[in-house]
């Protein structure tokens, strides 16, 4: 609606993939599985929008991985839940510290309450 022009959304289901293109059908949306086609393309965004995903990352991963992620731009919102879940392999992590690794700030946090009452704590990084 606002005309963005290269907006990606990745993720690694194809299930979830299918369901985003169904709801947005006509949009300009680069819809992928697989980040390193977008790492490929070494495009920078203004805005990265990372929602209840880097939770799933082990802790011997999610640096790497935030490190990638700050290398395509300059501001990351980070959305993730407050719940720590074995069954659902949903990890904690300290992400103020592994963006602040990357010479990330965070400039603004908050708490939000998803649909089903589940707290999530979200973050705004930038680079600086």
């Known amino acids: ?33 697989s ?4 790492l490929r393309r070494s495009v920078q965004f203004d805005l990265i ?13 999610i640096g790497g991985v935030v490190e990638k992620i700050c290398a395509m731009g300059g501001r990351v919102f980070v959305n993730e839940s407050r719940n720590r879940s074995d069954k659902y392999f949903m990890f904690l992590h300290d992400y ?7 010479d990330f700030v965070q400039t603004s946090a908050g708490v939000m309450q998803d649909a089903h009452g589940n707290l999530q704590e979200w973050s705004l990084f930038a680079h600086g």
């Open 96 to 102: 103020q510290l592994i963006f602040q690794q990357n």
């Open 35 to 38: 980040l390193n086609e977008i």
């Open 1 to 33: 609606k606002k005309k963005l022009q290269n907006i990606y959304c990745y993720d690694a289901s194809e299930i979830s993939l299918k369901l985003a293109q169904s709801q947005f059908p006509d949009a300009a949306i680069h819809f992928t599985t």
């Open 49 to 61: 929008v990372c929602s209840r995903v880097l939770q799933h990352i082990p802790a011997d991963s």
